[in-house]
């Protein structure tokens, strides 16, 4: 099933990838669905940096996560970062706009890159090593990173999460 619910209900976070490489044009079409996300006042506050060519500083930036191992497996990360230069930060509230836009950015990647084939893993733990990050990225000041994406072939047969029960999340039907 590769309808859009099929991709929803079939995406799960890959943490072991195979060795084969990724495709640049599939790394462009995850970014092209993350470009096209909804975003306030259409600021599309959303940087990306991949790192697909570079095995060494792939293991870099794996030193920084507890989860190593799945970035070391990973044939390419997507470092997301939110671009503080396009938003105004002076009226409360507004930061978590964004945020939450980035957010719909990356959701959109994890699902075309589960219509593609492709396993990917957002990866938040990574963020307490911000600074190192953006050093090994050459990133800007301006640029706060929000997460990495890994993206591979998955290595796993079998994946288990699951989700509670809808109904405990509902907590009104007027
Ligand atoms: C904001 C955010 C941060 C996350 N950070 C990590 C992380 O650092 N490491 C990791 O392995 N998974 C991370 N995940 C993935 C979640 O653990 C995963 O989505 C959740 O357990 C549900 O499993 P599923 O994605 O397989 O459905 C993160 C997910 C989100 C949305």
Redesign the pocket.
């Not at 990724?22 to 092209?32: A, Q, R």
């Not at 293991?59 to 799945?70: A, D, H, R, V």
């Not at 733990?125 to 050459?138: M, P, R, S, T, Y």
């Not at 997460?147 to 809808?166: E, F, M, N, P």
């Given at each position: 099933m590769s309808s859009l619910m099929g991709c929803i209900l079939n995406?799960?976070?890959i943490?072991s990838y195979t060795s084969q490489k990724v495709e640049p044009e599939d790394i462009k079409k995850i970014l092209t669905a993350a470009s096209w996300a909804p975003s306030g006042n259409n600021l599309q506050p959303w940087k990306f940096s991949v790192v697909m060519n570079d095995e060494n500083l792939i293991k870099e930036l794996s030193s920084l996560?507890i989860?190593q191992n799945?970035l070391e497996s990973s044939p390419c990360l997507i470092a997301v970062f939110l671009d503080t230069k396009t938003i105004d930060n002076q009226i409360q509230g507004i930061y978590l706009k964004h945020v939450l836009a980035i957010?719909a950015a990356i959701q959109n990647m994890l699902l075309v890159a589960q219509e593609i084939g492709l396993g990917t893993?957002?990866?938040?733990?990574?963020l307490k090593n911000e600074d190192k990050v953006k050093k090994l990225l050459g990133a800007s000041d301006d640029l706060e990173l929000m997460?990495v994406i890994t993206v591979g072939y998955s290595a796993i047969d079998s994946?288990t999460?699951d989700r509670r029960d809808l109904a405990d999340s509902i907590i009104s039907w007027l």
């Amino acid at each position: 099933m590769s309808s859009l619910m099929g991709c929803i209900l079939n995406r799960r976070s890959i943490r072991s990838y195979t060795s084969q490489k990724v495709e640049p044009e599939d790394i462009k079409k995850i970014l092209t669905a993350a470009s096209w996300a909804p975003s306030g006042n259409n600021l599309q506050p959303w940087k990306f940096s991949v790192v697909m060519n570079d095995e060494n500083l792939i293991k870099e930036l794996s030193s920084l996560t507890i989860f190593q191992n799945c970035l070391e497996s990973s044939p390419c990360l997507i470092a997301v970062f939110l671009d503080t230069k396009t938003i105004d930060n002076q009226i409360q509230g507004i930061y978590l706009k964004h945020v939450l836009a980035i957010g719909a950015a990356i959701q959109n990647m994890l699902l075309v890159a589960q219509e593609i084939g492709l396993g990917t893993c957002w990866i938040g733990e990574i963020l307490k090593n911000e600074d190192k990050v953006k050093k090994l990225l050459g990133a800007s000041d301006d640029l706060e990173l929000m997460a990495v994406i890994t993206v591979g072939y998955s290595a796993i047969d079998s994946i288990t999460s699951d989700r509670r029960d809808l109904a405990d999340s509902i907590i009104s039907w007027l």
